[in-house]
C-alpha cells in the first residue's frame, strides 16, 4: 500500500512527550495538563484553556534512578516516567492529575510531586479516588470526587472555565476526535484492510498526547485520504489477531507483531480506541458532569473494576471484537509487575480458549519492547499456530 501521507509527522511527534503540537498549544496560551489514566475522564481536561498529556517515556533507556525510587519489582512503566520526570522531560507541565486507580503509577506521581521534578511555577498536583464498581453509588462517588479534585483546581490553579457550556463544549471536541478515528477504525474490519495495524496505532496514541484540537484537521485529512486508498491486491499479512491488555504506549509493539505475520485488528488496552473512542451522548435533562462520569463507568473495562458483572462483561466484549474485527486469534499482554492484569490475563486468556474456543497467546512483557528477541519468537510461533488452526478447519 501507498504509506499515509502524514504518519512519519505523526511517528515524530511521538518521539518526545514535549512534541511540535503540545508547543504549539502553549504557544497559543493553552495549559498542558499530565494525564496518568483514563479514568480521569480525558474532557474535563481538555476544557476551553487547556489540553491533556497522556504521560509516556518514549526512547526509554536506563531507568536506574526510577527503580531507585520505587524498586525493581514495580512495573517498568511507572519506574520509566519517573525517570523521565527526573531527567526534566516533563517540565512544560502546568499540573498533574492522578486518580486513585494503579497504587504503582500513584506512588510514581508521588516521587515526582516529592522530588520537586517539575519546576514550573503553579504547578500542581491532584489525586483523585475513582470507584472500583460501576453501580449507581459510585457514580455519585465519582461525581463528587472529580468535581473536587479535577475541575475546582483547574478553576482555582489555572482560571478554567468549569460551566455546563464549557463541559459541553470540550464533549464535542472530544466527540469529534474519536468520531475520525471510529471512522478510520472501521476499515479494520475489511478482509484485506487499508490501514494497518501500527498506523492506526500512531494515529490513536498521539490522540492522547497531543492538543485535541490541534488534530481534528490532521485527522480529517488522514480520514478522507483512506476512502480512496487501496490495499496491496495480495494480503501482507497471514493471520489477524486482537490485542488485548495494559498500556502500549510505543506503536513499535504493535509493528513487532505486525512483521511476525499478524495484522493487528482490533486494541483493547490502554492507549488503544476499543472502547475509549466511543462518543460521549449527552442529553438535556441531566448535568453533563453526571452524564460524561457515567459513561466512563460504563465503557470501562480496567481489571479494577473487580464486580462480577465487570469481568463477565470484559470477557464478553473482547469476544464481541474478535466476530465484529474478523479476528483469528487474541494477544493478551500485561506490563510485567502489573498488579491487576497479570490478575485478569491468567484468568481471561484461560477463558477465551475454553469457553469460547478463541486461540489466546498470554505473555508479560518489559516496558521497552524493541530488542525482544523472545517476544518475536513467540509472536511468530503464534501466527504460525493460527495458519495451521486455519488450514485444518
Not at 66 to 74: E, I, K, Q, R
Not at 151 to 170: G, T, V, W
Not at 217 to 232: G, H, N
Amino acid at each position: 500500500m501507498k504509506d499515509l501521507s502524514q504518519l512519519y509527522y505523526f511517528e515524530k511527534l511521538l518521539e518526545e512527550a514535549n512534541n511540535d503540537l503540545v508547543r504549539e498549544g502553549v504557544a497559543k496560551g493553552l495549559h498542558p495538563i499530565g494525564s496518568v489514566c483514563s479514568l480521569i475522564p480525558e474532557p474535563l481536561l481538555n476544557l476551553p484553556g487547556c489540553f491533556s498529556v497522556r504521560l509516556r517515556a518514549p526512547k526509554t533507556g536506563s531507568i536506574d534512578i526510577g527503580t531507585y525510587y520505587m524498586s525493581s519489582l514495580l512495573c517498568e512503566c511507572c519506574r520509566a516516567i519517573l525517570e523521565r520526570a527526573v531527567e526534566g522531560g516533563y517540565q512544560f507541565l502546568d499540573g498533574m492529575i492522578a486518580p486513585d486507580a494503579c497504587a504503582q503509577m500513584n506512588r510514581c506521581v508521588e516521587n515526582i510531586e516529592h522530588l520537586n521534578c517539575i519546576e514550573k511555577q503553579g504547578f500542581f498536583v491532584s489525586y483523585c479516588d475513582a470507584p472500583m464498581k460501576s453501580d449507581e453509588a459510585a457514580l455519585r462517588h465519582y461525581v463528587r470526587q472529580i468535581k473536587t479534585h479535577v475541575l475546582l483546581p483547574l478553576q482555582k490553579k489555572l482560571n478554567i472555565d468549569i460551566s455546563e457550556e464549557s463541559l459541553r463544549k470540550a464533549v464535542e471536541e472530544h466527540n469529534c476526535i474519536c468520531r475520525l478515528l471510529m471512522e478510520m477504525s472501521e476499515y479494520r474490519k475489511e478482509e484485506n484492510p487499508r490501514i494497518t495495524g501500527y498506523e492506526f496505532a500512531v494515529l490513536c496514541t498521539a490522540s492522547y498526547c497531543c492538543p485535541k484540537e490541534l488534530l481534528i484537521d490532521k485527522f480529517a485529512s488522514i480520514a478522507q485520504e483512506l476512502k480512496t486508498r487501496k490495499p496491496d491486491s495480495r494480503p501482507a499479512f497471514r493471520v489477524k489477531v486482537a490485542v488485548a491488555g495494559s498500556e502500549i504506549d510505543d506503536p513499535s509493539l504493535i509493528g513487532m507483531i505486525e512483521e511476525a505475520g499478524a495484522r493487528v485488528v482490533a486494541d483493547r488496552f490502554c492507549f488503544g480506541s476499543l472502547p475509549e473512542r466511543e462518543e460521549i451522548q449527552l442529553n438535556d435533562t441531566e448535568d453533563v458532569l453526571t452524564q460524561i462520569c457515567r459513561h466512563y463507568l460504563r465503557i470501562g473495562k480496567c481489571p479494577r473494576y473487580m464486580n462480577a458483572e465487570k469481568v463477565w462483561e470484559r470477557q464478553s466484549y473482547m469476544h464481541q471484537l474478535v466476530n465484529e474485527y474478523h479476528a483469528d486469534g487474541v494477544i493478551y499482554q500485561q506490563m510485567k509487575f502489573c498488579d491487576y492484569w497479570g490478575y485478569e490475563r491468567a484468568y481471561a486468556s484461560q477463558t477465551m480458549r475454553e469457553k469460547y474456543n478463541v486461540p489466546t497467546l498470554s505473555i508479560d512483557r518489559p516496558y521497552v519492547t524493541g530488542n525482544s528477541g523472545q517476544l518475536r519468537t513467540r509472536f511468530q510461533a503464534f501466527v504460525e499456530s493460527l495458519e495451521i488452526k486455519k488450514l485444518n478447519s
